[in-house]
């Protein structure tokens, strides 16, 4: 694996240490959804008839000729089937039993909260399906979203899946450009946003960003506002292009029919960082991804009718589309939201939503664990939290202090724990536990999902020994799978399915233990992942290098305590300009308006030189040796080796922070 880095051969050389291993109890496994390890077989067997079999958890208005259309890298899933995915998610659950049943148990950071019921999540879905109706979207428009974690969030979601408009959500830590590039992309006709959302206490001024965006966003003709701060977002209103969400909802019908979707119909586009500057519009359509999301969902969570199930991503990320919405409701499950930041009004905020709404499924990030972990015990040792059943992890990989951590302070030793592997591109977790099942070991995301076949390869497509790192790789198609880029079927080609012939290349490292159990490594592209959230270096040296006095920029992801990554930029100045620290928090800054506070780089290092090749291509992987402070790697390939000799003195020199 000649691009992994040094800092994943030490994850991998630690990794080879951990012999620890947690079987389900008997009482866990007595309980379980799943409890009979055959399910692996049968699925391998006959691929087909195992998603046939789980195709039954959904309704369909027609029924599928075929399970699969497979020529790669072209799929097909549940052909010529007829299906709507709001349909499945509220009204077949409003219709039954489950009708005053929660759907939505809401938070809001200040303290207020809302419960959803089935019923009444419908009635509100079918009035905002009737209003994005009467602002002229129809059938394959795309309507972009730009709004904090509110309930009206999921219910324009689903409004859009019912009328059968692709959703293009942008996640509200983004900046307005970020958003018109988003917006444009995707040319949405009507854009749902909110006066603000509440982070910490302050607002997040997602109008004011939209006022910005809308500038240069020609394709949009109508915006939705909601109401969620009042008069202190202090926001102005276009006559004639703004609208109030409950003006217009006020005036909307309940009643409003499911558009009957083919199976392949686009349900939405989610823009992710890749590697190159340009975001991708990930295409995921309408069957497939419902019950590749609803059939995780369920065998992974272990979910339960009467469970109250916490996610606590942001619906902005995949993680909130596939399983704080979709996987949930599609399986009838209480699902929980909170609006706001883990340490407001105190850091015990989460163990008070817990122990408050007796949470029994709770589903966070590693970032989030270390967060905890640092904060001390206490907090959580404050409240009750004996209801917690199945404990979930995801998007990064998970050291096994924190791993343990969570098992101990978190699960106090009762619950299983999944750590889920999977990429916006998946859509549905791919590598992970079956509670019931699995045994785990801190650190590993265990094995492939039944039906999903993964495969850790050389440079040269050849599967690596056990214990040793390569690429991980995808061999069969599975129903939530991304069917394109949108509008690049190309780039979807080029690049996922043309590393190995087939084969899904998945960017990230991994090896595969003697028990046939995988470890994740890290991205071996140039992706980083910073606290869960997946930036490219591209993006933050384009952003840097708009700033006027900027020559040259190279950005890398090194290692970091809490946050998995932090971003470390090594810039060259234009001639004439003087390298200082209010230049260091200016260009800190700059990034953070252009993408997101995301992206905002911890540290920025002034140089003279990069180190380059020969063929003058910056090498990333010697910056990375110089931020995480480790023996230079192979610098034979370079033009001149004393640039980064020289860099590395000066950046020990200098003592960046930390
Ligand atoms: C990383 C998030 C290790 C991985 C669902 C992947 C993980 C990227 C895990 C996708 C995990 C996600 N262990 N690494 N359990 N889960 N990743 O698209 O590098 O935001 O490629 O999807 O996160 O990030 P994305």
Redesign the pocket.
């Known amino acids: 694996m000649a691009d992994r880095t040094a800092a994943q051969q030490e994850r991998l050389d630690a990794l080879l240490q951990e012999k620890r291993t947690f079987q389900p109890s008997e009482e866990f496994r007595r309980q379980a959804n799943v409890s009979d390890p055959s399910i692996y077989d049968r699925a391998r067997r006959d691929l087909e008839g195992f998603w046939a079999e789980e195709a039954k958890r959904l309704d369909w208005f027609e029924p599928y000729r075929r399970v699969l259309e497979w020529q790669a890298p072209w799929a097909k899933w549940f052909v010529g089937g007829k299906i709507n995915a709001a349909y499945n998610c509220v009204d077949r659950h409003a219709a039954s039993h489950r009708r005053n049943k929660a759907a939505l148990i809401w938070e809001g950071e200040p303290g207020d909260s809302r419960v959803l019921t089935f019923g009444m999540l419908q009635r509100e879905v079918n009035r905002f399906a009737n209003v994005l109706k009467s602002l002229g979207v129809k059938k394959g428009d795309r309507v972009a979203i730009y709004m904090g974690m509110t309930p009206e969030l999921v219910v324009a979601m689903l409004a859009c899946a019912k009328i059968g408009a692709p959703h293009s959500i942008v996640f509200g830590g983004f900046s307005a450009e970020a958003l018109a590039e988003r917006i444009n992309d995707a040319a949405a006709k009507v854009l749902v946003t909110g006066d603000g959302a509440w982070r910490r206490g302050n607002i997040v001024p997602l109008k004011k960003n939209a006022d910005a965006a809308l500038e240069s966003t020609p394709s949009i003709e109508k915006v939705v506002v909601l109401e969620r701060i009042g008069k202190a977002a202090n926001i102005a209103m276009w006559p004639g292009r703004d609208l109030w969400w409950h003006e217009l909802m006020d005036q909307a019908s309940d009643h409003c029919a499911a558009e009957p979707m083919d199976s392949e119909d686009m349900l939405y586009i989610l823009y992710?960082s890749g590697t190159t500057g340009k975001p991708k519009g990930v295409v995921h359509t309408t069957a497939g991804y419902l019950l590749g999301t609803a059939a995780t969902h369920f065998y992974v969570f272990d979910v339960k009718e009467h469970d109250v199930y916490w996610c606590t991503a942001d619906i902005g990320?995949?993680?909130g589309h596939?399983y704080i919405v979709y996987g949930p409701l599609a399986n009838g499950t209480t699902s929980l939201i909170y609006e706001g930041s883990p340490d407001y009004p105190d850091r015990g905020r989460f163990w008070d939503i817990c122990d408050k709404y007796g949470v029994n499924i709770l589903y966070t990030a590693?970032t989030a664990i270390r967060t905890f972990m640092r904060w001390g015990t206490e907090w959580p040792a404050k409240h009750d939290l004996s209801a917690l059943r199945v404990l979930g992890?995801?998007?990064?990989?998970?050291n096994p202090e924190a791993w343990m951590w969570y098992h101990e302070h978190i699960g106090r030793g009762r619950c299983p724990i999944v750590?889920?592997?999977?990429?916006?591109?998946?859509g549905m977790i791919l590598?992970?536990p079956l509670p019931g099942i699995t045994a785990t070991k801190p650190g590993s995301?265990t094995r492939p999902f039944p039906g999903v076949e993964a495969e850790v390869l050389d440079e040269n497509g050849r599967p690596v020994g056990p214990g040793a790192g390569g690429y991980l790789c995808l061999t069969k198609p599975w129903p939530a799978m991304f069917r394109t880029i949108y509008r690049d079927p190309d780039r979807y080609v080029r690049q996922y399915w043309s590393r190995y012939e087939g084969k899904y290349f998945?960017?990230?490292g991994a090896k595969v233990d003697e028990d046939g159990y995988f470890w994740?490594l890290?991205?071996v592209d140039d992706?980083m992942?910073v606290s869960?959230?997946?930036i490219s270096t591209y993006e933050v040296e384009s952003a840097l290098v708009d700033h006027p006095a900027v020559a040259e920029a190279a950005v890398i992801g090194r290692a970091h305590d809490i946050k998995g990554q932090a971003i470390a930029a090594f810039v060259t100045l234009k001639d004439g300009t003087a390298a200082t620290d209010a230049l260091k928090d200016e260009l800190k800054q700059h990034v953070a308006r252009k993408i997101g506070a995301l992206a905002r780089p911890d540290d920025i290092f002034f140089t003279a030189e990069l180190p380059k090749t020969r063929s003058a291509k910056i090498m990333r992987r010697l910056l990375r040796d110089i931020a995480e402070r480790r023996v230079l790697g192979d610098t034979t390939t370079l033009a001149d080796p004393m640039v980064v000799a020289k860099l590395k003195r000066q950046y020990e020199e200098t003592g960046q922070a930390e």
Request: avoid cysteine; charged fraction near 20%.
């Open positions: 992710t990320w995949v993680t596939s590693p992890t995801v998007g990064e990989p998970i750590d889920t592997w999977w990429q916006t591109e998946t590598i992970t995301a998945t960017g990230d994740l890290g991205r992706v992942n869960g959230h997946r």
